[in-house]
């Protein structure tokens, strides 16, 4: 696949809610990776027609890629209005959460655009490729934001004996080393979210951050108190909002549009297994240069390994 063409390494910087701006994917971008960008961390319509505008602007005279995920639930009520901004300004993929894909798959095809579905189970995968999509997300075990309970290596082994089109994988690839891993166990590319809370060209907040730069994996808890579905959360920020993280929020009380989930996530902090790796805040550029060292060194010793064992 040419998304990666021009990339250092075939890694998407996850779109994040409440966590990714047009600054930070373009930062991606110019970092040699792939940005990508939640539509509802526009407040309104018109600031997510402002910032696609500057990432379109910032990104289309180098032909640089950028993803554009939105949600499909069908309580999203803006998914009209941001239909037509994404054919008005085409991004490179758009990424599918929390609902089929079927409703977008046309309309970003007509322009060559790509369809990646973020997928949790077999079913998921299995309907998103009966759907049409042009490539898959695995959203595995360990995951930052809506998390999937799947381990990566079985999940991409089972995935793999019906989908071999384009195929990525989230959850816990914090490190150079662990895109080579990935990559040698078959996937195409991965994508990483954790690491990149910490962008200084990120919207988290330094105490986001700072709580992050102290945190390992015990730190973190899969709770579906907060949206109903499983989402890991550094159990610290949800246990000062008074959120028992065992506690469980009834699946029905989803609604996207309802605002009250921005405040809800607001002062609550979700961060995936790999936190460990972030030590405090970064650019975009030193993380991505940190990375590719990373992966640069995996793939050396990669060399060494053949030459040991075949
Ligand atoms: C704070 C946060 C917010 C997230 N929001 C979204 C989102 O709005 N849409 C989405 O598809 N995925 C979202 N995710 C999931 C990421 O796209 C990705 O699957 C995940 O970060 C990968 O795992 P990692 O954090 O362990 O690298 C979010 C993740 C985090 C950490």
Same mark, same amino acid.
């Given at each position: ?209 700072? /709580?992050? $730069? %102290?945190? #390992?994996? &015990?730190? *973190? ?10 989402? =890991?959360? /550094?159990? $610290? %920020?949800? #246990?000062? &909002?008074? *959120? ?10 989803? =609604? ?7 405040? &809800? ?46």
């Amino acid at each position: 696949m040419n998304l990666f063409k021009h990339a250092r390494m075939p890694l998407i910087v996850a779109p994040m809610f409440l966590v990714s701006s047009p600054e930070l994917v373009i930062a991606s971008a110019h970092a040699g990776l792939v940005g990508g960008l939640p539509a509802p961390n526009a407040r309104s319509v018109e600031m997510l027609d402002t910032w696609m505008a500057n990432i379109h602007h910032a990104l289309a005279p180098e032909r640089l890629p950028w993803v554009f995920n939105m949600f499909v639930h069908s309580t999203y009520d803006r998914f009209d209005q941001e239909l037509a901004l994404v054919k008005r300004y085409q991004p490179s993929v758009v990424s599918t959460a929390l609902g089929s894909p079927t409703r977008v798959i046309d309309a970003v095809n007509h322009y060559g655009g790509w369809v990646f579905a973020d997928v949790i189970t077999i079913e998921m995968a299995k309907k998103s490729v009966a759907a049409g999509v042009d490539g898959l997300i695995l959203v595995t075990q360990g995951a930052g934001g809506h998390t999937g309970s799947l381990h990566p290596l079985a999940f991409l082994a089972e995935v793999r004996e019906f989908w071999d089109g384009p195929l990525g994988i989230a959850g816990c690839v914090s490190r150079g080393d662990d895109v080579a891993a990935m990559l040698m166990a078959g996937v195409d590319f991965v994508v990483s979210g954790t690491r990149f809370i910490a962008a200084t060209e990120s919207l988290a907040s330094p105490e986001y951050v700072s /709580m992050m $730069a %102290s945190a #390992t994996s &015990a730190d *973190i808890v899969e709770s579906k108190a907060v949206s109903g579905v499983s989402a =890991n959360w /550094m159990t $610290a %920020s949800l #246990t000062a &909002a008074g *959120i028992d993280p065992h506690g469980i929020r009834p699946p029905g009380a989803i =609604n996207l549009s309802d605002n009250r989930a921005d405040k &809800a996530w607001k002062n609550l902090w979700s961060a995936g297994q790999g936190v460990g790796v972030v030590k405090g805040p970064q650019s975009c550029a030193d993380i991505a240069g940190d990375m590719a060292l990373e992966f640069a060194g995996a793939l050396k010793k990669g060399l060494t390994m053949h030459d040991q064992w075949s």
